[in-house]
Nanobody, 122 residues
Framework: QVQLVESGGGLVQAGGSLRLSCAAS????????MAWFRQAPGKGRLLVAA??????STRYVDSVKGRFTISRDKNTLYLQMNSLKPEDTAIYYC?????????????????WGQGTQVTVSS
């Protein structure tokens, strides 16, 4: 199993930046691909960005392209969020053991973190 712990969330003004981190432990060899999801109150959990195991392939939802950057280093997943907007407000979760396909699709794995709250004020 893979254990995930997110951190880095907080309150920021529109236009500001945050850097989220997700520390993975356990059977990290099984989390081939990873991703960040977010969930706003009353909404479903949606994919924000995904990254391949090697880090050489990434995918972003259109609404964050050019503003967010997903990356990974060893057992840590990152999400650099710049030019934040109020609509980015949500709980952000990292996901492991998923699969990023060549066509850009991502199928979530069974490992989820506890989430970290991101609130962007206007």
């Amino acid at each position: 199993q893979v254990q995930l712990v997110e951190s880095g969330g907080g309150l920021v003004q529109a236009g500001g930046s945050l850097r989220l981190s997700c520390a993975a432990s356990g059977r990290t060899q099984s989390n081939a691909d990873m991703a960040w999801f977010r969930q706003a109150p009353g909404k479903g959990r949606l994919l924000v960005a995904a990254i391949s195991r090697s880090g050489d392939s990434t995918r972003y939802v259109d609404s964050v392209k050019g503003r967010f950057t997903i990356s990974r280093d060893k057992n840590t997943l990152y999400l650099q969020m710049n030019s934040l907007k109020p609509e980015d407000t949500a709980i952000y979760y990292c996901n492991a053991q998923g699969r990023l396909y060549y066509d850009g699709g991502y199928v979530s794995g069974t490992s989820w973190g506890q989430g970290t709250q991101v609130t962007v004020s206007s």
